[in-house]
């Protein structure tokens, strides 16, 4: 099992920059592909961007591609965001979630992820 807590979430202007950070405990993060979503105010849970097990492999929604970058340390068992060129719709609660990797494939729907973070608060203002 691994448990998922997100930080870094918070209040920026449009245009602006947050890095976003997953922190996973346990000794195996390794063998999980990860992957952050978003979900805003009455809108379903969406995919932003996900990462394979060895950080070989990683995917973006067309909304965030060119301005979101998804990596990770497996040495200090960290998954990141870095968001760049904020935008007002970027606003939402985003999550970080694991699943059990045997691939590159890392998953693009919420299903397909079986551990998830608390989530944290992007907001981003005009």
């Known amino acids: 099992q691994v448990q998922l807590v997100e930080s870094g979430g918070g209040l920026v202007q449009a245009g602006g920059s947050l890095r976003l950070s997953c922190a996973a405990s346990g000794r195996t993060f390794s063998r999980y592909a990860m992957g952050w979503f978003r979900q805003a105010p009455g809108k379903e849970r969406e995919f932003v961007a996900g990462?394979?097990?060895?950080?070989?492999?990683?995917y973006y929604s067309d909304s965030v591609k060119g301005r979101f970058t998804i990596s990770r340390d497996n040495a200090k068992n960290l998954v990141y965001l870095q968001m760049d060129s904020l935008k007002p719709e970027d606003t939402a609660v985003y999550y970080c979630a694991a699943r059990p990797a045997s691939s590159d494939y890392f998953g693009v729907q919420p299903f397909e992820y079986g551990y998830w973070g608390q989530g944290t608060q992007v907001a981003v203002s005009s």
């Open positions: 990462i394979s097990w060895n950080g070989g492999n990683t």
